[in-house]
């Protein structure tokens, strides 16, 4: 009956451009591949999917009764309208799947087939109600980024023997953050950068440790060890987990604002503030994400960064650049919060300062309303006591305007007034500052520009802007805009071009088009930078050219090579010459030891700029890398900006079994947009020489036997250097049915509806119509028994298809109706 359902259906659809309202059994594959013919419901030539069909969709689920679809890329709740019964049975209209989910349906009238594409398999979409939590990647417990220690020989005496150790830490203790920022150097000792422990709840936030205090920018920044508490009479209404900054206080505010980007479907997503992370969510099924309501530190430009992680090995995508001009200055009306800091100046720890008596400092912030701030401030760290009193206000929908006031012990007053606003689309930061004589060494009678900063988009491609600078070469402090312009083409070009006072400009291009070369060149008030790389199989060749006013030119060549064996992972070698005639050169080797942890040797005796003799040196380093799940550590982000090469390891499996295909002789898989080809034996394959990184492939059918279909599915996988990377490609052996449809007499019979239809293992139901020859051809038909048909006058035949079939005709019986008429 399903069969006669199918034929019939197709035999009013025939030649037809729209359907009937109500239900019709049609084929229906899902990303290209085939699956159990259904019915569907046509209302207004919109076809509704059964929530049956939904369901089965391997990684789609659907709660009926919440009207709510979870996908591997998020989930989201459909209105009621989207929702509609026929016969019993609920089915979802596919306009919504299209423009909630980005589920995109399109029916075939010829092949009588509803193709579902479903997005976050194709890499498309729109945007989704809300994201899932990520269930398959938790950040690193604790970690060791950029540790190295390392030991330095320079010239002929012994006594010039360095050694030194660099660290970056964090982790999780008590319920709080521990970070740990410090270098050690055998001739100077111990010098820390940052050590603190910072735990927040929703109105408070406690900082123990040594760091950087500065309550306005009126007042200078002072390190202070000891601790820090700030309050606020009202809970924070944020996404995100404070950390310390250089304004404790400041984050318990309402300084708040909403991230926005986009990248791969299904990814995880870390937002940095100011290099710390701050919050975790996972890209929608367009590869948009949000962050909404993220506390912010104000009165300075914060560095925002989006780093994007796979959701399968948490390695590191990319990192997308989102810093502005914050200029979030308000509290709302009612709020208080307060801030206090005690201990002592400077650091204790460090070898090269001595810490001085008690300091530590007092805040008050108060929101008057919505639209004004009041802020009084008295800091003692290391400088003459300071006193700061501060007001913000709302200066229309975009701008904030701020004055402040300072006084110091020695009878010294300071004024600075601030504007700042950020739109969609630009942002906006001018200060003016005036000193008297007993408040600092730079006294001035009148305000002076000390900050200007301007930025608009003027396209996706295009910006514009202003920039306010210092200009010391002349030995004076000279104040100047530099306008400017930059240009991205979106496809491996840019440039940028900023003017100023005297001819003077700086000018920027970067060429990444052409393949395997990376360009790059820059132009300042004389100063000029020329870069050229050439990336090979297992070389890369650069080529540095400088040129300094006052200290001469500079020319580089040489090559970093890639290697597996047992001496080293990376080589470079290079040659310096300079415009005195002077000749150098270094080599440094990189060897991996474990994942994470890498040890160089390096040598050096090359000419610096503007000196007339080399300086020969020895080095040896060993940097660690390394993030931890508990105890056991990983390997937490590339250890070298340098590229050093993997190996991937391939294997071709056709209808889902491997190595069952001995005609492959060679294979093209496309490495993010680049082909690479490959012999093929046994149904695998190798390409060596793969730079580091994270990769996007298919298999292309060029090499592949013409019955072989490779799979269009997007296969991800990292590859690291000095290793191999395993990944299975998939393809499906699909062939064809061609032959006549001819009357008795040999006549072509046109626009005649066959079929080919297989049940059991493999449920295929293919269409065609006839030409006006009478010929015909049914492709994309995977190996199977099929039964053809001829739709109009019920003939069949049975065929086993193994190969292509080129000779399935049909004659039209004596007895059919058509010589009646």
Known sequence: MRLIALIFSMLVASGATALDDGLHFVGLSVNGKDTQPNDVLWISDEPWLPVSLLSSIPGLGFDESHLRITTPAGD??????CKTSWDGSFFISSACLRDVLAIKSEFSYSEYLLKIGLSWQTREGGSIGSTSAPIDYFPDSAGITSAFVEGTFIGDNANDLQRSLSASIFGSVAGGVVEIEGDYYSSSGLQPKRYVWVKSTSHTSHLIGSDIVSLNPLLPAARLTGGQVAFSNRAVESTSIPTSTDYLANQLGSSVRDFRGFTDPGSIVELFINSRPVATTRSMLNGAFEFLDVALPSRQLVDVVARVRSSVTGAIIEDIDLSFANSAL??????????????????????????????????????????????LGHQDIGFSPLSVLSASRSLGR???????????????????????????????????????????????EAFEVSNLRYRAMISPRLSVGLDGRKDNRSGSNVSFLLPGLSFSSGRGYGASVWGGQEGDYRLDVDLDNVPNTQIRYSYEAGNQDFSVDLYGSDITYFGRLNSYENRGSRLELGGRWASNNNNFDRANLGFVLTDSGRVGGYVFWDKLLLPGLVSRFEVRNTPPLGRDSNVLSFRWSLRANLGFDGIKPHLASSTSSNRRFGTLKGTIAVDGVAQSFPAITSATVVLNGSPRTAMVSDGEFTIFDVAPGFYRATLDASGLPLELVPSDRLVTFMIDSSTSTSVIFSAQKLLSVSGQFTDIDGGAVAGERICAEASGAVIVSRCSITDDYGYYTIGRLPSATYTITSGATILTEALELQDFVLDADFRLPEEHDLYAK
């Not at 989201?76 to 309208?81: K, M, N, V, W």
């Not at 402040?404 to 601030?418: M, P, R």
């Open 76 to 81: 989201a709740t459909l209105s009621e309208t």
């Open 330 to 375: 308000l509290l709302r009306g009612g709020e208080v919060i307060a801030a206090v800091g005690g201990g002592v100046s400077g650091d204790p720890l460090s070898s090269i300062s001595t810490p001085s008596d008690t300091s530590g400092y007092a805040q008050l912030r108060i929101g008057l309303s919505d639209q004004s701030t009041i802020e």
């Open 398 to 444: 975009y701008l904030i305007g701020s004055g402040s006031y300072s006084v110091n012990g020695n009878d010294g007053h300071s004024y600075l007034a601030e504007l700042s606003g950020v739109g969609d689309d630009w942002y906006f930061q001018a200060s003016s500052r005036k000193d008297s004589a007993g408040f600092s060494a730079a006294t001035s």
